[in-house]
């Protein structure tokens, strides 16, 4: 398991010797020693420091709690302040700096340990909360909470790319009044079920969008009971509900060719004598009804240059009819 390396940024030789051998003793790997801010700056970086012990005495400038916020604004490592009782006033402001962690000499070995692991514990919560941020504005996916109220209390900036309304103008009002109408009891009643502690899975309605289109929106969503919100995901899945009735339709258009095309290959008991034709039900049709039931054909009637002929006038033969 690769040591923590801790910088020690402290002004006296002495002090700055017996810090090290004491991290040393306790497990920790020293990553250098430096007696002013802007060495501190320029080797916290490139010595690859966990964490960074300042004497708030350091000479140079930036010092002090001006030089712990350069350290953590640029290399982002924890930093625990080290002073003494004289330093009184200074490291009042240090505390309400917000640092990883103050000492005050004489400090056991538990002390400087705890301090340290300390430090790291909220700087790696710190990390993973600023992370999460980062996700949270960069996510494609449309990130929300949801307050009891009905109203959005914060929305990441995939809702605005999605349907075209500001992040403010949708938290502006209650979030029902963007739901597709037809939507709008189904929506209720999933939302109630959630509050009530249930969850929110694959849950699908439309969304308003600023153009007067709607937008498919796929949900999964949970509360926050002791925050009293609503988390809430969704995904805007518009081209595959649309590629799907698309498909759906063609399915119809299909089958009913199929069908069609069947009733046409059965074999048709038919009459020598007046052609009509014979149903399943033992009643029979001219072939015109027949047909005009069991599909969707219809007939246009004239007469044939034969028939005009024998029937008509002989001189007609081969003149077409229509």
């Known amino acids: 398991m690769t040591r923590c390396r801790v910088l020690i940024v402290?002004?006296?030789?002495?002090?700055?010797?017996?810090?090290?051998?004491?991290?040393?003793?306790?497990?920790?790997?020293?990553?250098?020693?430096?007696?002013?801010?802007?060495?501190?700056?320029?080797?916290?970086?490139?010595?690859?420091?966990?964490?960074?012990?300042?004497?708030?005495?350091?000479?140079?400038?930036?010092?002090?709690?001006?030089?712990?916020?350069?350290?953590r604004r640029i290399h982002w490592i924890p930093v625990v302040f080290l002073g003494t009782a004289a330093d009184e006033e200074e490291m009042r402001r240090a505390v309400f700096s917000n640092p990883w962690g103050c000492l005050v000499p004489p400090f056991s070995d538990r002390e400087l340990r705890l301090a340290i692991e300390l430090a790291l514990c909220r700087h790696g919560a710190a990390r993973a909360v600023d992370d999460l941020e980062s996700y949270f504005e960069i996510s494609l996916d449309l990130f929300c909470v949801l307050g009891v109220d009905g109203y959005f209390?914060?929305?990441?900036?995939?809702?605005?790319?999605?349907l075209g309304f500001t992040r403010e103008a949708l938290m502006s009002r209650p979030f029902i009044e963007f739901?597709?109408?037809?939507?709008?009891?189904?929506?209720?009643k999933q939302n109630a079920e959630v509050r009530g502690g249930g969850q929110a899975v694959a849950f699908e309605n439309r969304y308003l969008h600023k153009d007067g289109s709607y937008r498919w929106l796929l949900w999964n969503a949970a509360p926050f009971s002791a925050g009293g919100v609503?988390?809430?995901?969704?995904?805007?899945?518009?081209?595959?509900?649309?590629?799907?009735?698309?498909?759906?339709?063609?399915?119809?258009?299909?089958?009913?060719?199929?069908?069609?095309?069947?009733?046409?290959?059965?074999?048709?008991?038919?009459?020598?004598?007046?052609?009509?034709?014979?149903?399943?039900?033992?009643?029979?049709?001219?072939?015109?009804?027949?047909?005009?039931?069991?599909?969707?054909?219809?007939?246009?009637?004239?007469?044939?240059?034969?028939?005009?002929?024998?029937?008509f006038d002989p001189n007609l033969a081969g003149v077409d009819g229509d």
Not at 40 to 52: E, H, I, P, R
Not at 56 to 62: F, I, K, N, R, Y
């Open 179 to 188: 739901v597709y109408p037809d939507d709008r009891e189904l929506t209720l």
């Open 230 to 311: 609503i988390y809430s995901s969704a995904r805007d899945v518009t081209d595959r509900k649309r590629v799907e009735a698309d498909r759906e339709r063609l399915v119809r258009e299909l089958q009913a060719s199929l069908a069609e095309i069947k009733s046409l290959r059965d074999i048709l008991p038919i009459c020598v004598y007046c052609k009509k034709i014979r149903d399943d039900e033992d009643y029979w049709h001219s072939v015109e009804g027949y047909i005009a039931e069991h599909t969707t054909t219809r007939f246009s009637h004239g007469i044939c240059p034969d028939c005009l002929a024998s029937r």
């Open 153 to 162: 209390k914060r929305l990441n900036p995939a809702w605005k790319a999605t």
């Open 10 to 71: 402290n002004a006296d030789p002495g002090v700055a010797e017996e810090l090290g051998a004491r991290l040393t003793a306790l497990g920790y790997q020293v990553a250098g020693t430096v007696a002013s801010g802007e060495a501190a700056l320029d080797l916290a970086g490139s010595a690859a420091a966990d964490v960074v012990l300042l004497d708030m005495a350091v000479e140079g400038s930036p010092n002090g709690v001006p030089l712990a916020h350069e350290i």
